[in-house]
């Protein structure tokens, strides 16, 4: 009876070990099938990459930078015209005194 026994649980044990593998290998397959769906349905829905968002982001962020620099330039810019006009101006006016003195 004992060497049945054995016997027995040398099959049983062996049957849990083939089990085992298969198992593992079908886990394997699934895994595959699931990640290869995965990727379908993502290129699907066309997606950037990470690496593609990242360099757009700082590209825009460089833009902003400049643009908001370039701003800056063109207020001060500005700022030395209109100075510039008003003292043109005030010259023109006296100017103009100096030449009609009954005005």
């Known amino acids: ?59 825009a962020a460089n833009a902003r930078a400049e643009s908001e620099r370039l701003a800056a330039r063109v207020a001060a810019l500005e700022a030395q015209i209109s100075a510039f006009a008003g003292s043109d101006s005030e010259a023109s006016s006296k100017a103009k005194a100096r030449k009609n003195p009954s005005s």
């Open 1 to 59: 009876m004992t060497q049945n026994s054995n016997r027995l649980f040398d099959g049983l044990g062996k049957l849990m070990t083939d089990a085992a593998g298969v198992a593992d290998n079908l886990k394997r397959e699934i895994d595959t099938v699931v990640r290869s769906q995965a990727e379908r349905i993502l290129g699907e829905l066309d997606l950037v990459k990470r690496e593609e968002f990242e360099a757009a982001r700082d590209l």
